[in-house]
């Protein structure tokens, strides 16, 4: 018994278990432009009212972006129409941004910082929600369509159409050696873009046919053997005007210079970017 009297009054040790972060996003999906976005983030695993949280922005191939961040005391965002807000009941995260653009799409992800035992910080993401902003309703508006052809590889460019839903098919009296998947494009004046590329024979005759809105527009092309370089077959109707035809006609020279210097579908593929 007198062993007992050298102790002191002690002091009592929780032991809680290893932290596993969970972050678990929702609330994503399609979206209208000039709409506001509302995203939750369910966390557990952690101590949530002591630990410095956060919310991202990635665009794949781009870096993440950082949108906001939340400590016990404050919040701070990018941007006045970014919101962000934590309730430590329950261990939420919340992101509003109002105001929704195009700019806007791609993948959002809650997060949380961790310091090491170096002292130095880092991130532990959540596996993100997707979101994808598209223009909003408007008066329908019907494409035009442009065929450009450099050897054998062609492409259909189809510009400024609403809504999206159209069918576009690259046609030749002999079978395209190859084409790819349909590439749609919102743009930023509420319509839509799209570009069909396939590779044909030098020689093969190619014929775009575009169905929107239960009109159909046929635009061919057939290759010209005195030996000049390659051409352009447009829509005989510009919607929009001279002056929007002539933008378009620029931006399709431009990617016709393109076609001259390679016949790399992938190439041209990439290329697209640059019209849109």
Request: aromatic fraction near 8%; hydrophobic fraction near 35%; include cysteine.
């Amino acid at each position: 018994a007198t062993l007992w009297e050298n102790f002191g009054p002690g002091t009592e040790v929780t032991v809680l278990p290893l932290e596993q972060t969970v972050l678990t996003e929702s609330g994503g999906g399609l979206h209208k432009t000039g709409k506001t976005l509302n995203l939750k983030c369910q966390t557990s695993g952690f101590q949530f009212k002591t630990s410095k949280l956060g919310c991202y922005f990635w665009d794949p191939g781009h870096a993440p972006l950082w949108l906001a961040s939340l400590d016990s005391s404050s919040t701070d965002a990018t941007e006045d129409r970014i919101t962000a807000s934590r309730k430590d009941t329950g261990s939420w995260i919340f992101l509003k941004i109002e105001g929704l653009g195009l700019r806007d799409s791609g993948q959002y992800h809650c997060a949380r910082g961790v310091v090491n035992g170096d002292d130095t910080d880092k991130l532990v993401f959540g596996s993100g929600i997707d979101v994808t902003v598209e223009p909003g309703p408007r008066a329908p508006l019907s494409p035009s369509v442009f065929l450009v052809r450099g050897q054998n590889a062609v492409a259909c460019l189809i510009r400024n159409f609403y809504p999206k839903e159209l069918h576009v098919s690259l046609d030749s009296p002999v079978p395209l050696l190859s084409a790819q998947a349909l590439t749609l494009v919102p743009m930023a004046n509420g319509t839509y873009s799209a570009v069909q590329i396939g590779r044909v024979g030098e020689n093969d005759t190619v014929t775009c046919s575009v169905k929107h809105l239960g009109k159909e527009i046929h635009v061919s092309y057939k290759p010209d053997h005195t030996g000049s370089d390659p051409g352009i077959a447009p829509e005989q109707d510009l919607i929009g005007g001279p002056e929007q035809g002539n933008k378009l006609l620029l931006s399709v020279m431009g990617l016709r210079l393109l076609f001259v210097k390679t016949v790399a579908i992938n190439v041209l593929f990439t290329t697209t970017a640059l019209i849109f």
